[in-house]
């Protein structure tokens, strides 16, 4: 059934297409571009046609074929030693781990669950739904509002953010790449090593995505790029962590590809603070392990782990923070490591002041444009249509997003690529469990607000656009606005987040090239929180990228200080 069904979906499609060539006119494209949408639509049914014939390509359910140790007992993990302690088990923290246990003892810590058996972020119907099913504690999405005012939305599950997002996966640009300073041949190697676990082409667009490409291309959002992973000017098809079959596949599936004898990981625990040791005869201050406890429990009964002490070697492993932009800030903090009046403020002994941690945070401003008249009960529908425009300053998606277990609006959301605005991260208290208080500063410079003027008169030529009336059954769609002021005051009113936020511990200000931090051995950083922009589409494939990257780095200067000491013990 579920062949057919999909065939049928792949035949509206069709119908589509052809209902809309008049449209795709009225925007001047070039027919070899239509052939291109029409090549890609075949293709799309061919795939099924396979899948019905049983070719599809293989898949081993995760968490089935799990080698590697789980478990929610912190006695399990209290008092031992591993090579390297990460974290946060989440977009970046799970590749990191993975790729460090080839050659390395690994805990991976995760504040959350098993994503596992859970259909809110297994299956792609539910696609939404955790961000509108939270609680304080346990819920796998943790909810806060900014001082902006802004609800949003925090992983707190094994596969973090992965495990709860539209699932868009799309690279960076080169120019992002150059600018970090990257390895740009070990990038590629590290994008490809994810692509090739958890990430899946499009079988078949939704008839809604089907729409949303044509309105965006009658918006003048050209060329026309179809499929493609990069970060590239137009509007394309991107990559998903859905595949075919409807079912995610997180950040936590790459644990499969480590080495199950050295990784150990340690779900429902949260850690409260990194442990120090520091050295007077050598001057310096060390990370040797961290205080952690149930995340259900009470704050008095804290758990410590720590990192191997180095045999025959000057070269030892790291506490590596993946805690994400909220998460990883707030733990230095809490650990002594920030802006001084912050750590005074809560009687935290000051550890190393460090002015840049909490700094620099950015959220993507974003408008989203509901284009249905009122709620529907259509099923959910995440993103897989990007259109890139603006010299890349502007990009939109669509989706069916939940308002509740029976009701979706349809939307189209377009963000701000490179806002300039900064915010800052501060301690409410000093329960790492709960939530930082962080302020984006929306639009506070001319320039973003300029920016979202166009936006805004973009996302109103797709929503009035012939294809989107058409799937909705109505001969027009109303404005928006009618005038400039209008229009910023419209921003103003209906800015929103679109989950992209970072910054809060960026390279320069807290950690160097390498996600070391300044000043402190044996302790990195590795998340969106290194990040002063939000790279290419959507951050995730990115995050997936330098958990990788990162570990192959790691795992290499390793090795070299493994030559450089046996040399000297030959000497």
């Known amino acids: ?101 080839e050659k390395f003892s690994v805990l991976l810590i995760e504040r959350g669950g098993s994503p596992y058996g859970n259909p809110l972020v297994i299956d792609r119907r539910y696609y939404g739904f955790p961000l509108i099913k939270t609680d304080k504690y346990m819920s796998v999405a943790q909810s806060f509002t900014s001082e902006d005012g802004i609800g949003n939305v925090r992983g707190r599950v094994l596969g973090g953010s992965s495990a709860i997002n539209g699932g868009f996966y799309s690279r960076a640009s080169e120019e992002f790449v150059c600018k970090a300073g990257w390895d740009k041949e070990l990038v590629k190697e590290a994008y490809e090593w994810v692509e090739s676990k958890v990430v899946f082409p499009p079988f078949y667009l939704s008839p809604w995505q089907s729409v949303a490409e044509f309105s965006i291309l009658e918006a003048g959002v050209l060329p026309y790029n179809g499929f493609s992973l990069e970060h590239i000017k137009g509007t394309k098809i991107s990559g998903s962590v859905f595949d075919e079959f409807g079912k995610r596949h997180t950040s936590a599936d790459l644990l499969n590809a480590g080495n199950p ?49 180095a045999k025959n070697s000057s070269s030892r492993g790291d506490v590596i923070l993946a805690a994400g932009a909220l998460g990883s800030p707030q733990l230095m903090m809490l650990s002594g490591i920030g802006p001084k009046e912050q750590l005074r403020r809560f009687n935290i002994s000051i550890v190393r002041e460090m002015k840049g941690v909490g700094q620099g945070m950015q959220d993507n401003p974003c408008i989203a444009v509901l284009v249905d008249s009122k709620p529907q009960n259509r099923l959910p529908d995440p993103p897989q249509i990007a259109g890139i425009t603006d010299d890349f300053k502007i990009i939109v998606e669509a989706s069916i997003f939940p308002l509740s277990s029976n009701s979706s609006r349809v939307n189209v959301a377009a963000k701000i690529a490179m806002p300039t605005s900064k915010g800052v991260l ?73 989950y992209h936020y970072h910054g809060g511990c960026t390279v320069g200000s807290v950690v160097d090239e390498q996600n070391k931090v300044y000043g402190i051995k044996g302790l990195r950083i590795l998340d969106g929180s290194t990040f002063s922009e939000s790279p290419g589409t959507n951050p995730m494939a990115t995050i997936l990228m330098l958990g990788r990257y990162q570990g192959l780095q790691i795992l290499r200067e390793r090795k070299a200080d493994s030559g450089l000491n046996a040399k000297e013990q030959t000497k």
């Open 1 to 101: 059934m579920i062949c057919i069904a999909h065939i049928l979906a792949n035949k509206i499609m069709l119908f589509l297409y052809y209902s809309q060539v008049n449209a795709l006119a009225d925007c001047n494209m070039e027919l070899p571009q239509i052939n291109q949408v029409h090549k890609l639509l075949l293709t799309a049914f061919v795939f099924f046609f396979l899948a019905c014939l049983g070719l599809s390509f293989p898949l081993e359910p995760p968490g089935n074929n799990r080698q590697w140790h789980m478990t929610s007992d912190v006695k399990e993990v209290a008092g031992k030693s591993y090579d390297y302690i990460i974290v946060g088990g989440g977009t970046c923290g799970c590749p990191l781990a993975a790729t460090l246990s």
């Open 261 to 309: 004898k050295n990784l150990t990981v340690l779900l429902n625990a949260t850690v409260k603070s990194i442990i120090f040791h520091h050295s007077s005869y050598r001057n310096e201050t060390r990370a040797k392990g961290i205080r952690f406890i149930q995340s259900n429990g009470t704050l008095d009964e804290t758990y410590e782990a720590y990192i191997n002490k």
């Open 426 to 498: 501060e301690l409410n208290n000093t329960d790492p469990r709960l939530n930082p208080s962080v302020r984006f500063n929306y639009l506070a410079s001319e320039d973003d607000m300029e920016e979202c003027v166009k936006m805004t008169k973009l996302l109103e030529r797709i929503a009035r656009s012939k294809s989107i009336a058409f799937f909705l059954g109505e001969s027009k769609q109303e404005k928006l606005t009618s005038t400039d002021v209008d229009l910023r005051n419209f921003c103003k009113k209906n800015v929103r987040t679109i």
